[in-house]
């Protein structure tokens, strides 16, 4: 039996503009339509949900933990679904869970929890994000410098594997360590290659958008920066339409300044979203926690080793969208599209938008950006 429920609100965002008093209609778990607020039909179930913004439920494609646990250190579905739920009660209904630099045994268990983890039909879960281990140590980070290494061909088949049976997986990659023909192999096969931590020059990076990467990870972090010589990932980011470009909006990782440059300058195709590049931390009190042995230490919303090196961020969705539109002024819409349908234009997938047929995946912001309701395929979301 069908079932449709109309939610009004004083602004709905569909994935590119605002609608002041408008319904978002759903039926079965899916959009069934957008109409002024006055146009519901007669006889519909309606939820008025007052003032603030109903939105499409936020997309995060760089995640590396959540709920007190960090990706790597999962061993059940049930803890890729505890990650999920961290994220999910803060808006956000899309996240890619994310494997920074380790072994290959720890990835090739990840890879398993992440296809049992779709299969199972975990919450939030969109695929995969792996983060290394096939970076320029030179640009490492945070990451553990022994553990990365180039791709062979049992990683590749891995890899390969992942994409078939994912719905989504993204690789970060430095051009200097994947040479352009693994590249092309992994974008055939679909994978979303990115370019990250590299020290790589902007002819390197052209050669890899050519050869298939698609974007970029964590724009301005650890990579080679923009000079006037030599344009290095960064003007790459920025310069080349075929990347799309993440960026973490916390004013601490980029600096404002940093921030409306690229935003100003980035030539299309190609888009700046919003990632949050999320720890173990997220959706917890903790003041410290442990990444391959070495403290993380939280401290005024940074996270950092004990030498000062940034180790992930320490903030949401909602606040970086509280960021973007604060310190950053940028319009309430180009915020949102950020952290909605850019990053699914990105994984390419029916996400980050009120149209019909796409899943009710949405999430309802009070006027500051406060969470005050999830929805996942029409459903209230509960993490309890």
């Known amino acids: 039996m069908t079932s449709t429920t109309a939610y009004l609100c004083s602004r709905v965002f569909d994935g590119e503009k605002i609608h002041a008093n408008a319904a978002l209609l759903v039926e079965d778990g899916k959009v069934a ?137 993204i690789m970060t990659v430095a051009p200097e360590t994947v040479p352009p023909e693994q590249m092309r192999e992994l974008a055939d096969a679909g994978i979303h290659v990115s370019l990250g931590h590299s020290g790589a020059t902007y002819r390197q990076c052209k050669t890899a958008a050519e050869a298939g990467a698609s974007m970029v990870t964590h724009l301005f972090n650890a990579m080679s920066p923009l000079q006037h010589r030599e344009p290095g990932l ?5 310069d080349l339409g075929a990347l799309n470009v993440g960026i973490i909006a916390d004013g601490v990782h980029v600096d404002p300044v940093a921030m409306r440059v690229a935003l100003k300058s980035k030539t299309g195709p190609g888009r700046i979203f919003i990632v949050t590049d999320a720890m173990s931390q997220t959706g917890t009190d903790v003041t410290s926690f442990f990444l391959g042995g070495r403290e993380i230490f939280r401290r005024d919303g940074t996270l950092t080793l004990e030498d000062g090196t940034l180790a992930g961020a320490d903030i949401d969705l909602p606040a970086s969208l509280k960021f973007l539109t604060g310190t950053l002024e940028l319009p309430v819409e180009a915020a949102l599209a950020m952290a909605t349908s850019d990053p699914a234009d990105v994984l390419g997938r029916p996400l980050g938008r009120f149209e019909e047929g796409y899943p009710a995946d949405f999430v309802q912001l ?17 993490n309890t």
């Open 33 to 169: 339509g957008l109409l002024s607020a006055d146009q519901v039909p007669v006889g519909v179930e309606t939820v008025d949900l007052g003032d603030g913004i109903l939105a499409p439920g936020l997309i995060d494609l760089q995640v590396n933990g959540g709920g007190g646990l960090m990706l790597g250190d999962a061993e059940t579905v049930d803890d890729i679904e505890r990650i999920c739920a961290a994220h999910v009660s803060l808006g956000t209904t899309a996240l890619t869970p994310t494997l920074i630099t380790d072994t290959p045994d720890v990835t090739r268990k990840v890879v398993d929890l992440g296809i049992a983890a779709w299969s199972r039909g975990v919450k939030g879960f969109h695929g995969l994000h792996l983060e290394g281990p096939h970076l320029f140590a030179g640009r490492k980070g945070a990451h553990d410098p022994n553990l990365i290494r180039p791709l062979n061909r049992e990683d590749m088949a891995l890899y390969l594997r992942a994409a078939r049976e994912l719905p989504s997986l």
């Open 366 to 382: 009070g006027n500051a950006y406060e969470v005050e309701g999830v929805w996942i395929a029409g459903e209230q979301f509960s």
């Open 234 to 238: 960064v003007g790459a980011a920025l």
